[in-house]
Each structure stands twice: as structure tokens, then as C-alpha cells.
């Protein structure tokens, strides 16, 4: 083990290396006036940046948390690493051969095995990165070669990846890495090499495809790797476990590649595989990166609102494209649940045709790739449309459903000058009023629960309601003048009562054979009240064949028509309700044929109601 590193050395890597280029790396820096940068500062939350960078004095310093020092103090605490990883980091990076002098006593030992470690982790996945794309051109590889080809990536595409084989034998690697002076030890930490149980150390990773994993400054951290025979053990994705250099929360696949772009375009897409990446990559998406092995969670939140500058002023967008499935759709919706935890605007991508990058490419070309991510849409659009299709939305319970789950979506929603257009957007899709979609957002917001919106028009009227009591009237007259009210009650059909029990007792008397075949007294109602099947229809029948009409002196043939007309106009108005808000929801250019037809149903029942409208007034 080398000793210490020479103060002279120290000094030369303090003075070669660009604070601005180092910190770059991770935090995207943007200018603050006389020649300061100022970015989100990586060692505490916020939104608003107050971490300096003084290129000039070579310093840092955030105003927020008070953390502050040079660049080796930056790599320290960014990248936890010990100072002298963090001088071993810098002097490479502007190409300084360190010295070193001999062991200082007084230096403490326990410091000792930690120096350097990073850096040897790191070589020895460099050296493993160059043993493993080796193996990738050998006879045993080809099933490897063989699923990129199938997959559209050649030979370059392959190299750009540093896309690797990992061979038969239980340990060809750890042997290869042993001969290169790495230690049993290190192979252990770094996660390329476990032990067996006879205590001998083989490869972590056999019989598989890899693909490095680099960090943001393109140090290679860790595998990915995919399975690629049946008979193999092993999940289909396997990945390099939790290692002194490796947080698999924190890594992103392609993140190294695609950093400049998500700093210049402010924006980035999450995709779900490896394959997805360079798909898009090549597509000509070059922000995509994905998690590995992991849900996307709040620590790559970080990692990318640092490199998208994303504070209240600036808005980053982050794009997440999922597979059309369920598990697709819930992660989305876990995602919107993430969303307020950070500011950037959050957009969802799905392929239509439930494709992810990788085979949408494959199938469609370039164009389709970039196709999908340009056609993304509101992660809220996509909550809400994904809400709202579980109810049936041609019916009034199903609309007012809709709009009750629908509403704490929009209530939620951090930019509160967006809820006017959202809840705009969710009436129309509903095919609701603006007002009562209002009332659901606000009291959503407030945390009450929602007023009582205008109930749906087929449940259950009041008893005393003008509804029920016309359906009361109706009955009476085919129990009490059956010959009178016949043929006019008869005509109008039990789905057009609204109560329950009223429901069943029009269903009684039709099963006593209509009213229209009936005469009036005992028999009759003895035959409605048999026909009944609950109880309260019974009671009700004993009831209504002896209540008094509502009509001074004997009902005519005119108070019939008007009580059915009256009975009527309350459903047809409903389904009246239910086609104007089905049409508004129909796109006349691409449903042209359901358009029209429920256009002409609408037409013909608004005839009904006029129709009704004058029978109810007195007409015939
Ligand atoms: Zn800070």
C-alpha cells in the first residue's frame, strides 16, 4: 500500500483542477453574475439554488446549509470519499502522477485499509468492463451477440455500451482479476466475485450478458445482467448488489451519456430497461436513462433535479414511458404520488400499441421512438383519463363516481393555477356542468368531505319528491279505475318509475295481466297485491287502492294523460342528460357513425319531451 501523498501534490491538484468542471458533474451550474455559478446544492433539499461556485477563488459555498469548501472537499462529501480517493479522483482527472512518501507514523492506523478504496473498486470493474467485452467476440458468446442482433443494436451500438459476456466456469473473472493484483478482498466489496461454500471465490455474474453501469462522471460502478438460457438459475435480471460504490437507489443506467443533454434540453426520460436506453439513444432520444433493478424513487429525483436546474423559475420535465400493462400504469400512478416531491413537470409516455422503446424501434424505426416521447402528456392527463375509465360513464352514477374520485387528483395538483383548466378539462370529459366538478375539487382541496353534488337522477327520489308522488298517482289510478287509466298506464313501462317500490308494484300489475284487461274492486287488487314480491309493495297496494286521488271529483281521461306524461317527463329528461353528455364525449371525426346515431336518438327523444310537455300541460 502506498503511503501518503506528497503536500506539494496536494497543492498541484488544488490549483490544476476546475471547481466549476468538477462540481459540474453532478450539479448543473448556471451563471449568478460576476463570474459566480450557483446551482441546487446537492447536501440539502431546496428549490431555489443557493449553492455558489467561485471559479476565481476555486471555492464553493451554500448559503442554505453552510456547507462549503474546495474541490476535494466537494468529492468528499458528494461522493463520500476519503480525502485521499478524493486527491487519487482529482489528480487523474487532470492527468498529475501523484508521489507519495513513506508511511507517517503518526498517521492514524485505522484510516488505512479505507484509503484508496474507491479507486481500486473502480479499477477493478474497469478491468472486469475490459475482460467481459472481450468474452462478448468469443464462439461461447453467442447467444449474447445473438440477443442484441435481435434487439437492432450491432456491433457499435454494442461497443458505445461497453456490452459484455460473461463466460462458463465458475470463475474465469476472479482468476483474470487475482492475475491483475486484485485482492480477494476486493473482488468481495466490489461485487464482481462471492465466495462459494467450499471458501473458494467465484464469479458473481455466469452465462449472462452485462451491461456496465457508470456514474455520473463515467467511472464504471457495477452490472447489469440479463439471463440468456432457459436452464440457468437466477432471476432474468440480475444486478450488481448494494456496494461501498454502488447505491442502487441512486444509480441510473445512461446517466453518464446522457447528462449533457438532460442538462441543455432540461428535460429527461425514464424508461425501464437497458435495452430501452440504447434504443433511445439511438433513436435520437439521448436523455433517456433508467433505474437498475429498482423503482424510480425520490434519491433519483435528486440526482436529476440537480442536473435539470429544476427550481420554482425553471421548470425540468421529467418523462416516464411504461408499458401499457397494469403494472406499467400503477407504477405511473405511483409516480404521481412521488410528484409533489419535486417541482419539474411530470409526463407520462405510453405506446399505444404497449411496446416499450426497445421493440417499439424494432418494429417502427427511429421516428416511432421519438414519436412516443413527443406525444407525452400530463401525468395528471394520464391520472385523471385512467381514473375516470373504470366507470361507466353513460350512466349518471357512474359520471358522478367518476367525478368524486377524480376531483382530490385535481385538488392535488401543486400548480393551484392550473386546477381552472383542469377542472374544465375533467367536466368536459365527464360530460359534466364546470359547477358541481368545481365543488368536488375545492372541497377535495379543503379536505371536507364534498358537498352533496346533484344527485344522480335514477337513485331514489324523496317519498314526498313531485316524482314520487306522480308515480303514486299513477298506481292509484290502475288499482282504483283500471278501465279508465288502462290502456295509458300500460303503455308507459316499469323502467320509467324511479322509486324502488313503485318499480315493483307497476311489475305486480302487469304480472296480474295489465290493467287494461282489469276491473275495478277486490279481485283486482287482491291479484296486484299477490303479484307483489316484497312486503312493502303489499302494503303499499292495500294503501293506494283506497287513498283519494288528486283531482277534485272523477278523474277523466284527461288527468290520465297528464299523470303519465308527468310520470315520464322526469326519465326522458334524465336520458335526455345521459346522450348530451355521451356526445360530448364522442369524437365526431373519428366516431363519426356513433356520433350521428346518438345525435338522432337525442333528437328523437327531445321530440318525446316536447311531446310530453304538452301532455302534461293538458293536451291530448
Ligand atoms: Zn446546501
Redesign the pocket.
Known sequence: MAGRIRDEDIALVRERASIAEVISDTVTLKSAGAGNLKGL?P??D?KSP??NVSPARNVWY?F??G?GGDAIKFLMDAEHLSFVEAVERLAARVGLQLRYVEDDRSAPRRERPQQGQRQRLVAAHAAAVEFYTAQLTTAGARAAREFLAQRGFDRAAAERYGCGFAPEGWDPLTRHLRQRGFSHDELVTAGLSRPARSGSLIDRFRRRLLWPIRDLTGDVIGFGARKLFDDDDGPKYLNTPETPIYKKSQVLYGIDQAKREIAKQGRVVVVEGYTDVMACHLAGVPTAVATCGTAFGGDHIGVLRRLLLDTDAVAGEIIFTFDGDAAGQKAALRAFEDDQRFVGRTFIAVSPDNMDPCDLRLAKGDLAVRDLVARREPLVDFALRHVISRFDLDTVDGRVEAMRRAAPLVAKLKDQEKRPEYVRKLAGDLGMEIEPVQRAVLAAASGRPMDTPARPARSEPAVDSPQSMVEREALKLALQEPVLAGPMFDAVEATDYRHPVHVVVRTAIAEAGGAASATAGAVWVEAVRDACEDLAAQALVGELAVEPLRIDGEPDPRYVSITMARLQWGSVTARIRDLKSRIQRINPVSNKDEYFATFGELLSLEQHARALREQAAGGL
Do not use: L, M, R
Open positions: 446544492c447536501f440539502h431546496e443557493s449553492f451554500c442554505g446549509c456547507a
